[in-house]
């Protein structure tokens, strides 16, 4: 990503002096020259970085030079740095491991996310201490941190919102308080896209509803999740990834529209916030340990490259590669077609004009026989992220490309100008400022021509007031999204228009068919991004046209491929209605899944040309990089593929008429089996084993013949237990149930209790030193009991101590004094190495556990506690039950983990304990 270097040096004493817009008076006259003048300034700067600055994401060389009295440029480096002076940046390394995330504790800096596999930390850092992090050996580059955005779109004009963890604690607060109510399986607000996708019409024509299908989505958050399972918008099964809830409710909105569409299909979650590297870490989790069947996103980091696979869509490739489908907003940047473009790409083209004023070439925009050095931008784009990358391979760029931002008066406003000398990343990064008459420039500092795109999110290229041409191109669509087996899905209206102009001056947005269906005759959102991707490298950093990166090398990707409907209802005020490519890809995603339920067993391959095939064409007339194969119907797709009702047989809990059978002795058990599926089973067989020769079960195979659609039957089984069969030992039997029907098998383990429990309770409990929970670190922090003569557990529960309750920050007399509980995540580890959470980012803003037992048998979840209840004690029932860590004997090493996961509050572990019981002799 950046230059390696082994040598810590301090910042160099060289001042430049840019000057600003009010200093001017010794400037030249003309802006051209200004610019070159103030270019050639910053260029200097360059020319002067020590070996660790090299590292150094170029506007944090200037942050701190500027502080530190050593630059004065002028212009807005876009670090945003705290009031204890702390920025976020990600660190890259040739190892991330304890020792370099104690080493980075060690200068003040807080972990944020470590990625031992993707070599990356992000970390909130002093600011101070980033010149000495960048010298360390084995540190190969430290850039600001990766931002991102989603397919929402949302008024350009209205000024942002700035949510805090409070905010969302109270609306969390104020879901949870409101009652139940009874809804329909799709709940209390049905998306318009459900009609106008004709979802409704082939649900009841087929007589499908997504059965044997898990749905998963990434987005920001599910704040209001509890909100939305009071009211039946959501599951109450719903599967988030234990610590990815995330913050904010996009993803809330896009799985509610997946319901909608789906609502038999299972749902899962997991945040694509946290970094770059965590987003393609939970896009391979959501596959390989949730199962997800089919998976939907709506972001896109800058960072991702247009030329090569990065991290995240190497992971979409690992998981399509292993049979998933996967579903990706296209964006909202823009299109050629509807005038909407902030893109430009092409080859470099020298203008001819940076001999003799600064070094390097200043780029010709121009396609004709004219020379412009500037692309200029719309009044509109005030405040937009602007990326500039070129053809070479990530971590592997020897050619050094820079970025600058003017003014109108030729005032170098923003810049970036990172070093790239041969193992580096092809890419530089600016913010715009508020204001107009902007314009950018590329210069090639040093090194090869090649292919550029330049890309200023939700901009526009536009002519300006004072004579410039603004040049676009198509091709703004970048990323997972544009990954060769990805869905990459733009947005048309399924019923009101936007309610607001992109810009000033545009024209009318359109309007969906609600209550109608998509047809042909409807029109794209004007902000949906276009494509086609162009790229040239393989995700290896192979090229596929060695030695041409220009505009006639390289592959080209079809993108976007389908088109589906955005502006929608949610329960959630946010996202009523809900705008943009954002709500536009679960809807696809959803419609795929009533295919898949209808014919499981479609392939990746099948699925693209079902949808492609069946596609509703929109203007212009065929393929177009715009709306792709067109607007997507649920009853064509499922017309097309076939779709039959399927059967799904899942095994329930057993009775067990002895759970005191001791070793010798033999029970009854019985075990039901329900049919959750759209169709009637028949031909049900099960088959049970269990996991302990000591342990058998007769008969081993038993038939349940005929299951209607929601109904049950049971069968009774009996289990003998050797004279040998350890005292207390569960058993786990592997049940195999077979039936008429594409789903079928299907597998799952139940478990049976042995054993008489004894009625002596033994306690466990922490003696330790207090021991601190990092702020905001999800590595967190830990401490152990021993355990031991208990063998098998009857029963087990878990308390957070205390000798004195109070909500005091920094009490010393509470288990675990922290302010703002809702931060933590607990876990409670076995000596197996099995682990349970207690308790994660639930209870709102108020201060520390005491005397806090947790107990599956408890009524009240500690999910539904509130502020109010601080300081937090009682008895609760831990987010996943306590029995699951029973399954091995007690003795051993017991772990109780707490991680803080959000900024600015902070406490420690002090006092916990275990009750155990075990079981009595024969």
């Known amino acids: 990503m950046l230059r390696r270097a082994a040598t810590i040096v301090a910042i160099g004493a060289t001042t430049v002096t840019l000057g600003t817009p009010g200093a001017l008076a010794q400037a030249p006259g003309d802006p051209t020259s200004r610019a070159y003048a103030q270019i050639a300034a910053l260029q200097k700067l360059k020319k002067s970085l020590t070996p660790a600055e090299r590292k150094l994401d170029s506007r944090l060389v200037v942050e701190l030079r500027e502080r530190a009295g050593k630059a004065a440029v002028g212009a807005r480096t876009g670090v945003a740095v705290t009031a204890k002076g702390a920025t976020e940046v990600e660190i890259r390394a040739d190892r991330v491991d304890d020792r370099l995330l104690d080493r980075l504790r060690a200068t003040g800096a807080g972990i944020r996310h470590p990625s031992a596999a993707t070599g990356t930390v992000l970390v909130e850092a002093p600011l101070a201490a980033l010149t000495t992090i960048a010298g360390w050996s084995d540190v190969t580059g430290v850039s600001l941190k990766h931002g991102l955005t989603t397919g929402r779109q949302t008024d350009p004009a209205a000024p942002p919102v700035a949510d805090t963890k409070e905010a969302k604690a109270a609306r969390i607060e104020t879901a949870l308080r409101a009652p139940a109510v009874a809804a329909a399986s799709q709940g209390t607000v049905v998306s318009e896209g459900d009609r106008t996708h004709a979802a409704d019409t082939a649900r009841t024509r087929h007589r499908v509803t997504g059965t044997g299908v898990k749905v998963c989505a990434l987005s920001d958050g599910v704040d209001s999740l509890a909100a939305s399972q009071a009211s039946g918008d959501l599951p109450a099964d719903l599967d988030v990834l234990p610590g990815q809830e995330g913050s904010g409710d996009e993803g809330t909105a896009m799985l509610e529209i997946l319901h909608d569409l789906v609502p038999n299909a299972k749902?899962?979650?997991?945040?694509?916030?946290?970094?770059?590297?965590?987003?393609?870490?939970?896009?391979?989790?959501?596959?390989?340990?949730?199962?997800?069947?089919?998976?939907?996103?709506?972001?896109?980091?800058?960072?991702?490259?247009?030329?090569q696979d990065g991290l995240p869509a190497q992971a979409v490739n690992a998981v399509t590669a292993d049979g998933a489908y996967y579903f990706?907003?296209?964006?909202?940047?823009?299109?050629?077609?509807?005038?909407?473009?902030?893109?430009?790409?092409?080859d470099f083209?020298?203008?001819?004009?940076?001999?003799?004023?600064?070094?390097?070439?200043?780029?010709?925009?121009?396609?004709?026989?004219?020379?412009?050095?500037?692309?200029?931008?719309?009044?509109?784009?005030?405040?937009?992220?602007?990326?500039?990358?070129?053809a070479d391979a990530l971590e592997s760029s020897a050619n050094d490309y820079d970025l600058y931002l003017l003014d109108a008066a030729g005032n170098v406003t923003s810049f970036s100008q990172d070093v790239q000398d041969g193992d580096d990343d092809p890419f530089e990064?600016?913010?715009?400022?508020?204001?107009?008459?902007?314009?950018?420039?590329?210069?090639?500092?040093?090194?090869?021509?090649?292919?550029?795109?330049?890309?200023?999110?939700?901009?526009?290229?536009?002519?300006?007031?004072?004579?410039?041409?603004?040049?676009?191109?198509?091709?703004?669509?970048?990323?997972?999204?544009?990954?060769?087996?990805?869905?990459?899905?733009?947005?048309?209206?399924?019923?009101?228009?936007l309610p607001f102009a992109l810009e000033t001056g545009?024209?009318?947005?359109?309007?969906?068919?609600?209550?109608?269906?998509?047809?042909?005759?409807?029109?794209?959102?004007?902000f949906t991004s276009d494509g086609p991707r162009r790229m040239f490298y393989a995700a290896d950093g192979t090229p596929y046209t060695p030695g041409n990166f220009t505009a006639t090398g390289g592959v080209v990707r079809e993108k976007p491929q389908i088109t589906a409907a955005?502006?929608?209802?949610?329960?959630?005020?946010?996202?009523?209605?809900?705008?943009?490519?954002?709500?536009?890809?679960?809807?696809?995603?959803?419609?795929?899944?009533?295919?898949?339920?209808?014919?499981?067993?479609?392939?990746?391959?099948?699925?693209r040309a079902a949808l492609t095939e069946t596609a509703l064409d929109l203007t212009p007339a065929g393929y177009d990089n715009r709306t792709g194969h067109g607007v997507i119907r649920a009853d064509r797709l499922l017309r097309y593929t076939g779709a039959t009702p399927q059967p799904l047989i899942t095994a329930g809990a057993p009775v067990v008429a002895d759970p005191t059978l001791e070793p010798g002795e033999q029970t009854t058990v019985t075990l039901p089996v329900t049919n959750v599926g759209d169709g009637t089973a028949t031909g049900v067989t099960v088959v049970m084993e269990t996991d302990d020769a000591r342990a058998v079960v007769t008969p081993r195979s038993r038939s349940y013949g005929t299951i209607a659609a929601g109904a049950s039957k049971s069968r009774d089984y009996t289990l003998r237990l050797a004279a040998g069969y350890p005292v207390g030992r569960p058993v786990t039997l592997r049940v195999r149930a077979t039936f008429a029907g594409a789903l079928s098998p299907t597998t799952s383990t139940v478990v049976v209790p042995t054993g008489r429990p004894s009625a002596t309770v033994r306690d466990f409990a922490y003696t330790g030193p207090a021991v601190p929970i990092p702020d905001n670190d999800p590595t967190g922090a830990s401490a152990t009991v021993e355990v031991s003569g208990v063998g098998y557990a009857s029963a087990l529960t878990f308390s957070v101590d205390g000798a004195e309750c109070t909500a005091t920050a920094g009490a010393t007399t509470v288990g675990v004094d922290h302010t703002f509980v809702g931060d933590l995540i607990g876990t409670l580890t076995a000596p197996d190495g099995r682990s349970a959470t207690l308790f994660s980012r639930s209870g709102g803003g108020g201060n520390n556990l005491c005397q806090a037992v947790f107990d599956d048998a408890a009524a009240t979840p500690f999910s539904a506690a509130v502020t109010a209840?601080?300081?937090?004690?009682?008895?609760?029932r831990p987010d996943q039950p306590l029995s699951s860590l029973r399954l091995s004997p007690a003795d051993g090493t017991w772990r109780f983990q707490v991680a803080d996961r959000a900024g600015s509050d902070r406490g420690s572990i002090r006092a916990f304990s275990l009750h155990i019981a075990g079981f009595q002799a024969p």
Request: contains cysteine; glycine residues 12%.
């Open 869 to 876: 209840n601080e300081p937090y004690t009682g008895v609760w």
């Open 429 to 497: 990064i600016l913010a715009t400022a508020n204001t107009t008459g902007q314009r950018l420039a590329v210069v090639k500092y040093a090194g090869a021509d090649r292919y550029l795109q330049l890309s200023a999110f939700r901009g526009r290229f536009v002519n300006s007031a004072d004579g410039l041409t603004g040049f676009s191109t198509p091709g703004v669509l970048r990323g997972h999204s544009a990954a060769e087996q990805a869905f990459a899905v733009a947005a048309t209206p399924a019923h009101d228009p």
């Open 349 to 390: 083209a020298d203008s001819g004009r940076g001999v003799q004023k600064f070094a390097g070439d200043a780029h010709d925009f121009d396609p004709g026989t004219g020379v412009q050095e500037f692309n200029p931008l719309s009044p509109g784009s005030r405040n937009r992220v602007v990326t500039l990358w070129w």
């Open 328 to 346: 990706s907003s296209a964006g909202n940047e823009g299109n050629t077609l509807s005038g909407t473009s902030g893109n430009w790409e092409g």
């Open 506 to 526: 545009d024209p009318p947005n359109p309007a969906g068919p609600y209550p109608g269906v998509h047809t042909r005759a409807d029109l794209p959102e004007p």
């Open 267 to 307: 749902l899962g979650f997991a945040t694509a916030f946290t970094s770059e590297a965590s987003f393609a870490e939970n896009i391979r989790a959501l596959r390989f340990d949730a199962g997800c069947d089919i998976i939907v996103d709506d972001v896109v980091y800058y960072h991702e490259s247009p030329f």
């Open 566 to 607: 955005d502006g929608v209802a949610t329960t959630l005020a946010d996202f009523a209605p809900f705008f943009g490519t954002s709500a536009a890809a679960p809807h696809a995603a959803a419609i795929a899944a009533l295919a898949l339920s209808g014919n499981p067993g479609l392939s990746n391959a099948e699925i």
